[in-house]
């Protein structure tokens, strides 16, 4: 084949080379905190993310990276300091990776984090709730009941027990934390001090806390088993906090013994639970939480409820105290047996509980096909676009949706109202204190069905 010399071949512009990070800090005006808690400032045209800056102040930044669109970097000093800005409580908060907003008032925390909501909402999913309910508040400091802390060692012997440091995967030496639970707070010198001059350590990688209303689990992770001088020591420790000591050596099941289960009470259900399964971690809000969602849904004894995600029965068990009929649906089958251990226990005979993967097609599905007049979602960071359609399918009246991730409510709230389904009532929680993380909650209710404009073919006739 003869090619066109004619043809002009267009090259593609070449790539401006990139001008090097300026060496010193840099002057930046701060007009918004970002998803993930930083301050949001321009330099060079270009939108910069700078950690420990807050709106309205004036900060010199040294910047650290360039990306195509944006910067990021991190607060060198103070200029102009925001009115709302206040000194950290914890001696760790500068190198730990656990907190990022305890420069910020606790109430401004929770008034941006709810700024950002209604902007996602109104700007990803062309939504506005038609009322804002008041936040859930509780305690702002001790308030967590789980957490997960590595373990590791220096070159020297000496152990390190702690979080994660900021923006890494290596560990940052904790003493004490102000937002765990002041019943297991010290953790962290305490293991410390016991793992000293015990030889190699290196095979512990980490230590899984997890807390009931009394008791709890202190849950190893391990490469390989306990020789007796640790196993005597974490044996003490587990003794000391009142804590049952379960050991997960990686690749091998791990073994509950199900006589010691530990949990929590919602009013008067308690809610038994086992090592790794999921809890929200900060009780007081978590009992707020599960009475403004029965609040909301406005329970009546011939409701039909399906509670999607439903854990071990978080919401599941106080909707059918108060009447309503429940059929939870969860991808776990451990938290499914659970579930319905909690049901048995508390003598609830009006809810059902099945294993499903919830992002396949759940139409042949025999809980799918019952009838049900109010659903309550609580998916994961990911949210639940694609089980959406097959909701709606469902027509309930009420849809509560309980979201962990802003941008994908954001996204799920355009999807349900294509649906037909406006958001009536939304509220955030203070569901973690000290932490960019948000916790929000909002109710659709079943309106008209947006019916789809056709498109009509504008261009020329086609002759084939």
Known sequence: MKLNSSRTIKQPPARKPSQPLPSEPVE?????????????????????????????????????????????????SIITASSHRTEPACPHYDQCGGCDLQHLENSEQLALKQTQVLEQLERIGSTKPEHIDPPLTANHWHYRRSARIGINQLFDGEPIVGFRRKSSHLLTQIDSCMVLDKRVSDLFSRVREALRDTGDIKHITQIDVDLGDQGGYLSLRLKKPLNDQHLQIFTALAEHYELSLQLQVI????????????????????????PGDFIQVNAEINQQMVNKACQLLQLKPDDKVLDLFCGLGNFSLPVAAAGASVTGVEGSLTMVEQAQRNALHNQLQNCQFFCANLADDLKGLQWFRQSYNK????????????????????????????????????????????EGYQMKHCLVMDMFPQTHHIESMALFVRGKKKTRKKKLFAGKGISR
Do not use: M, W
């Open 375 to 418: 659903v309550i979602l609580d998916p994961p960071r990911t949210g639940a676009a694609s089980l959406i359609p097959q909701v709606c399918s469902l027509r309930p009246e009420l849809i509560l949706y309980i979201s962990c991730n802003p941008g994908a409510l954001a996204r799920d709230s355009e999807l349900l109202g294509q």
């Open 251 to 274: 690749g091998s099941d791990p073994q509950v013994d199900d006589t010691c289960l530990t949990g929590y009470a919602l009013d008067q259900l308690e809610l038994t639970f086992r």
């Open 28 to 76: 930046l005006t701060i007009n918004a905190l970002s998803h993930d808690g930083q301050g949001i400032g321009r330099y060079q045209g270009k939108t910069a993310f700078i950690a420990n800056a807050l709106p309205g102040e004036q900060v010199l930044a040294r910047l650290t990276e360039e990306k195509a669109k944006f910067y990021t970097g991190h607060t060198d």
